[in-house]
T-cell receptor, first 112, second 118 residues
Framework: QQQVKQSPQSLIVQKGGISIINCAYE??????FPWYQQFPGKGPALLIA?????SEKKEGRFTISFNKSAKQFSLHIMDSQPGDSATYFC???????????FGTGTRLTVIP | NAGVTQTPKFQVLKTGQSMTLQCAQD?????MSWYRQDPGMGLRLIHY???????DQGEVPNGYNVSRSTTEDFPLRLLSAAPSQTSVYFC?????????????????FGAGSRLTVL
């Protein structure tokens, strides 16, 4: 059973557009929600993360929006660039744990 | 500083063969883990360790063994490979365990090992 559900499976965006990836969870004990970025042939790398007591976190062109009541969070990539083309994973973990529950991933393609 | 090093990068096995995927980190991280990545399934935790001599099962442990004799190394053993174990395997490590805020524990992943079982 997937603890974190992610959509869409794939996404194609024009250069300069906004990419939006959505995730949902059921376990209200989760206290940490990171997003990982993975390029082909590489391991995932942390992109940005948020805690449930914050509704939004922005780092450069990347923003996480968090809706605690709906148990949903999303990644927004503003002014998407071809270099952003990668697979993105949302994840979650419970307090005190290093283990992450990952979503199924979204393959983003940014067309020049 | 090499980070997390996985070997081999590619491996082809026949059903029933055994092998060990190696993982080493040079960051003195307490926590180490193995994930498998399959299309449409994301990353799923196989086994993890919070320190030398301590290991535990993740979501999909069947068919895999691990041990942690040193802080640096965390090998993953397939005792009798099956086609269902065809996957890309990632080792990951993190500097701390047991923090009240798990967000302090950023996972550093290796580059992956692609395994094909025929």
């Amino acid at each position: 059973q997937q603890q974190v559900k992610q959509s869409p499976q794939s996404l194609i965006v024009q250069k300069g557009g906004i990419s939006i990836i959505n995730c949902a969870y059921e376990n209200t004990a989760f206290d940490y929600f990171p997003w990982y970025q993975q390029f082909p042939g590489k391991g995932p790398a942390l992109l940005i993360a948020i805690r449930p007591d914050v509704s939004e976190k922005k780092e450069g062109r990347f923003t996480i929006s968090f809706n605690k009541s709906a148990k949903q969070f999303s990644l927004h990539i503003m002014d998407s660039q071809p270099g952003d083309s990668a697979t993105y994973f949302c994840a979650a973990s419970v307090p005190g744990a290093n283990n992450l529950f990952f979503g199924t991933g979204t393959r983003l393609t940014v067309i020049p | 500083n090499a980070g997390v090093t996985q070997t081999p990068k590619f491996q082809v096995l026949k059903t029933g063969q055994s092998m060990t995927l190696q993982c080493a980190q040079d960051m003195n991280h307490e926590y180490m883990s193995w994930y498998r990545q399959d299309p449409g399934m994301g990353l799923r935790l196989i086994h993890y360790s919070v320190g030398a001599g301590i290991t535990d099962q993740g979501e999909v442990p069947n068919g895999y063994n691990v041990s942690r004799s040193t802080t640096e190394d965390f090998p993953l053993r397939l005792l009798s490979a099956a086609p269902s174990q065809t996957s890309v395997y990632f080792c990951a490590s993190s500097p701390r365990t047991g923090n009240t805020y798990s967000g302090a524990n950023v996972l550093t992943f290796g580059a992956g090992s692609r395994l094909t079982v025929l």
